[in-house]
């Protein structure tokens, strides 16, 4: 899919490059805030490249806490560690438990967003770990 048409199928727009976070990231990805910075939960569009992919991480919590992905644009990947990897399109949902080691992205022929979803939960915060290897990237891309 070219760029121009994933942007006119992508609802809350691409936003800024995702600088913050780019260490944590293969390729280039871009964060579209939805909600103000503190309201709970907290709700942003993320954007991939065609195949970027953030790397694994947990998101940790004493209780409560977790991720929902609501897939809104282009096809991606999920994948919990020890698990196969889910193909995601728009319409998908993810729910994402706390304390899960987890990955997603873009497919390498395709842009994708999804709109990420912070759930409220007890002494929260996020792991972030190894790259997901090209070598497992290609495996999932054939």
């Given at each position: 899919?070219e760029?121009?048409?994933f942007?006119?199928?992508?609802?809350f727009?691409k936003?800024?490059?995702n600088?913050?976070y780019?260490k944590y990231?293969?390729?280039?990805?871009y964060l579209?805030?939805l909600?103000?910075?503190?309201?709970?939960?907290?709700?942003?569009?993320?954007?991939?490249?065609p195949?970027?992919?953030?790397?694994?991480?947990?998101h940790?919590?004493?209780?409560?806490?977790?991720?929902?992905?609501?897939?809104?644009?282009?096809?991606?990947?999920?994948?919990?560690?020890?698990?196969p990897?889910?193909?995601?399109?728009p319409?998908d949902v993810?729910e994402?438990?706390?304390n899960v080691?987890?990955?997603?992205?873009?497919k390498?022929?395709s842009?994708?967003?999804?709109?990420?979803v912070?759930?409220v939960?007890?002494?929260t915060?996020?792991e972030?770990?190894?790259?997901?290897?090209?070598e497992e990237y290609?495996?999932?891309?054939?």
């Amino acid at each position: 899919m070219e760029e121009k048409t994933f942007e006119e199928l992508n609802l809350f727009g691409k936003g800024e490059e995702n600088t913050a976070y780019a260490k944590y990231f293969i390729g280039k990805s871009y964060l579209n805030p939805l909600t103000s910075a503190g309201v709970k939960p907290f709700f942003a569009n993320v954007t991939f490249e065609p195949s970027c992919r953030n790397n694994w991480h947990i998101h940790k919590a004493k209780s409560g806490g977790g991720q929902l992905l609501l897939c809104v644009a282009g096809s991606g990947w999920y994948q919990e560690w020890g698990k196969p990897a889910r193909s995601l399109n728009p319409g998908d949902v993810v729910e994402i438990p706390a304390n899960v080691k987890h990955w997603h992205g873009a497919k390498k022929d395709s842009w994708f967003s999804h709109i990420a979803v912070e759930l409220v939960g007890e002494d929260t915060s996020n792991e972030w770990l190894e790259a997901v290897s090209d070598e497992e990237y290609a495996a999932l891309n054939g």
